[in-house]
């Protein structure tokens, strides 16, 4: 398997995340071990970007061990982050929602 880019540190073998090890932005090509692909979108400093295509279920690998699981496909490059995951461990608030649940009251 080739290398993966420098700019990205896979914590454990069995991760199917990257972290950033620095800001990347979007349309930049990094590649993943497996192929390049093309960054969806700006990646922060410490985000994870997905190392291979993940499926919808599946769960997310960091240290590896799972912090949660893709509530829909995610693509190799691409951010992994609340649009696209549901933590095992803490709920996550979208300023969205408390939008809408201020609105209905």
């Known amino acids: 398997m080739a290398q993966h880019d420098p700019r ?3 914590l454990d073998p ?11 932005a979007a349309g930049e090509t990094v590649e993943t071990g497996a192929g390049p692909a093309v960054l969806d979108r700006d990646i922060p400093l410490a985000h994870k970007v997905a190392r291979k295509p993940i499926v919808p279920g599946e769960k997310i690998l960091k240290y590896g061990a799972p912090i949660g699981v ?4 995610i693509a190799p490059g691409q951010h992994v982050h609340v649009q696209n995951m549901k933590s095992d461990y803490t709920p996550t ?3 969205e929602d408390e939008r809408k649940a201020g609105a209905v009251q």
């Open 8 to 10: 990205l540190i896979l």
């Open 14 to 24: 069995r991760d199917n995340v990257f972290v950033a090890r620095m800001r990347l």
């Open 70 to 73: 893709a509530t829909e496909a």
């Open 93 to 95: 608030y979208h300023l």
